[in-house]
């Protein structure tokens, strides 16, 4: 928490921890051109020689590093789910253990990725694609970053910082405004990744009922079961 009382992306302050850093995606090549075709023309739309042609590599290298453009989309969605998982791992534990500040981190890191590798978050709606198999993979990760952030809003229950009925449902409400934003963000549009996320952060305390103790409105709130 800032000095102030409120979250530090409440009162504009960066900082730069490791987690709001956004170097380039590490990706190969081939996983590089593949991620702009998929963006581009979708994954149903990109076939396997359209990915060799704009890398430059016959098609059995792309079949012995991936298996086939499956493999491919796999390939990205693991790297950019585990990126996420690991980005708000650490803004969590940037937190100190205060819910408020925990939940102002990761929801910060979410939107910050989601505006800076759109390209890659948009690939989410391609995730239908893949084999059942290769789904429940890809959910697998998915779902500890469901975990990690639950934990976060039953933590600020249990404390009487926040005030919902119902975690897991108000749990999927935050992560699914922060998942919609590569609908509609532009990174050449009037918001800067930095704003939107400030933005972001202030709904989502708001969604899990977090109320400033500097605010007037605040009141003493019972605890709210799981």
Request: proline share 5%.
């Amino acid at each position: 928490m800032s000095e102030s009382g409120r979250p530090a992306a409440e009162n504009g302050v960066v900082g730069n921890p490791g987690w709001r850093r956004m170097d380039p995606p590490e990706l190969s090549p081939m996983l590089t051109h593949a991620l702009d075709l998929f963006y581009e023309n979708g994954f149903h739309g990109t076939s396997v020689r359209d990915i060799a042609g704009r890398v430059g590599v016959a098609i059995p290298s792309l079949y012995y590093h991936h298996g086939n453009k499956e493999g491919v989309l796999l390939a990205l969605l693991e790297y950019s789910t585990s990126d996420m998982l690991a980005r708000a791992h650490a803004a969590d534990a940037d937190g100190g253990g205060d819910p408020v500040q925990r939940m102002s981190n990761v929801v910060e890191a979410i939107v910050l990725r989601m505006t800076t590798r759109a390209r890659l978050a948009a690939l989410e709606g391609e995730v239908r694609y893949l084999s059942p198999e290769n789904r429940l993979r890809y959910r697998v990760i998915r779902k500890e970053i469901e975990d990690l952030v639950h934990t976060i809003v039953v933590d600020g229950n249990e404390q009487g910082l926040f005030y919902t009925s119902d975690t897991a449902e108000t749990t999927r409400a935050v992560l699914s405004m922060c998942q919609a934003i590569p609908r509609w963000f532009h990174a050449e549009g009037r918001m800067s990744p930095a704003i939107v996320a400030a933005k972001y952060v202030e709904i989502a305390l708001t969604t899990v009922g977090y109320v400033s103790t500097a605010d007037p409105r605040r009141r003493p709130r019972a605890k709210r079961a799981r």
